[in-house]
C-alpha cells in the first residue's frame, strides 16, 4: 500500500478504498478491515494521499427484486449469488440449531434472510432477535453472531441476544466478547419510574465498567441523551473505555446502553460492546439503536 519513501498512515477511519461514496474502512497500520460502513456521528474520518480512493465514476448497481410477498419498494439495492444465500442460510440455521420450536430467539420473516449490507437501515427481511422477557426486539446481526449462552449479568433478571469472542482467554481466565443483549433491568439501580431514566442508566454505566473491563480505566463519554424508542420513553448513554492492562489483546471498548420505559414494572435494557479489535464494527451500535421496537 505504501512505498519506500512513504511511512504508513496511522490506524484510523479513512474514505472507502473501493471509491463508494459515504462509505469509510478501518485501517490498522498495514491491512483494511473487511467492512465498510457509513461515516456519521461518532466516525472520525481520516485523509491520506496515500489511502486516497481511486477516482473513478461508481459502477452502476442493478436494482434489487421485490422480497417475495410485496411489502413496499427495497430501501438499498443489494445483489448476492445464489451460493452467499446458501451460505447464510446455512449460517444462520446453525446458530439457532437445537432452540426448541417452543422458544424461538429470532423471528425470520423471510427463509432467505441476508448479511446486512452496509448502510443506514437493515433491509426488509432482516432477522429479528425476540425479547418476551423485557420487551423488545432488534436485529440479528448475521455471520459469527452467535445466541448469547454465557450466562447471566447483574444488570438485569433474564438475558437475550447475541455475541462472538474477540480474546479465548484473557489474564482473569475470562472470555472477551462483542455482544448485544437485553434483559429487563434488575432491582437496586435506581429504576423509579420514567423521571429516573438518565439516573438509572447512569448507574448501570457505573456497574457494567465494574464488572466487565480491565481496571484502572478511562471512559470518554460520546452521547448521554434521552429519547424515544418506538414511542416510548428511552435514555441511551454512549461511551469509550480505554485501559493498558497487559495480556488483553483489546486496549479500549466502545459500549451503548439503551434504557426503554416499555411500560413495564421493569424497564429494557439494551446493552451493546465492541472492543477496538473490532473497530470497523463500531457503526453497528447506531444502527441497532435506531431498529429497536417494543413489543
Keep these: 500500500m505504501t512505498g519506500p519513501d512513504q511511512p504508513a498512515p496511522p490506524p484510523g477511519w479513512y474514505p472507502d478504498p473501493d471509491g463508494t461514496p459515504g462509505l469509510v474502512r ?6 483494511w478491515s473487511d467492512v465498510a460502513i457509513p461515516s456519521g456521528p461518532g466516525v472520525a474520518v481520516q485523509s491520506s494521499p496515500v489511502l486516497a480512493p481511486p477516482s473513478r465514476p461508481p459502477s452502476p448497481v442493478p436494482p434489487a427484486e421485490e422480497p417475495s410477498g410485496g411489502g413496499g419498494g427495497a430501501r438499498t439495492a443489494w445483489v448476492v449469488g445464489v451460493s452467499l444465500v446458501v451460505l447464510v442460510a446455512v449460517v444462520v440455521a446453525a446458530v439457532f440449531l437445537g432452540r426448541p420450536a417452543s422458544e424461538p430467539v429470532a423471528e425470520q420473516p423471510t427463509p432467505s434472510a441476508q448479511l446486512p449490507p452496509a448502510g443506514p437501515e437493515f433491509p426488509p427481511g432482516t432477522v429479528r432477535i425476540i425479547d418476551e422477557a423485557s420487551g423488545i426486539s432488534y436485529p440479528y446481526l448475521g455471520e459469527n453472531w452467535y445466541e448469547f449462552d454465557l450466562g447471566m449479568q ?5 438475558i437475550a441476544g447475541q455475541y462472538f469472542v474477540t480474546q479465548d482467554l484473557t489474564p482473569e481466565g475470562t472470555t472477551f466478547i462483542a455482544q448485544c443483549t437485553s434483559g429487563p433491568l434488575s432491582d437496586g439501580l435506581g429504576w423509579a419510574g420514567p423521571s429516573t431514566l438518565q439516573t438509572t442508566t447512569l448507574t448501570i454505566a457505573d456497574s457494567v465498567r465494574f464488572n466487565y473491563y480491565p481496571r484502572p480505566n478511562e471512559r470518554t463519554v460520546l452521547r448521554d441523551e434521552a429519547r424515544t424508542v418506538d414511542g ?8 469509550q473505555l480505554a485501559w493498558d ?10 459500549a ?8 413495564r414494572p421493569a424497564p429494557a435494557l439494551l446493552y451493546l460492546s465492541i472492543p477496538n479489535t473490532h473497530a470497523e464494527l463500531y457503526g453497528v451500535i447506531d444502527r441497532v439503536i435506531d431498529a429497536v421496537d417494543v413489543l
Design 26 to 31: 478501518w485501517w490498522n497500520g498495514l491491512t
Design 245 to 254: 492492562a497487559p495480556g488483553y489483546d483489546a486496549s479500549g471498548e466502545r
Design 232 to 239: 416510548h420513553e428511552a435514555y441511551l448513554y454512549e461511551f
Design 256 to 263: 451503548a446502553l439503551l434504557l426503554i420505559d416499555v411500560g
Design 154 to 158: 447483574a444488570e438485569v433478571t433474564a
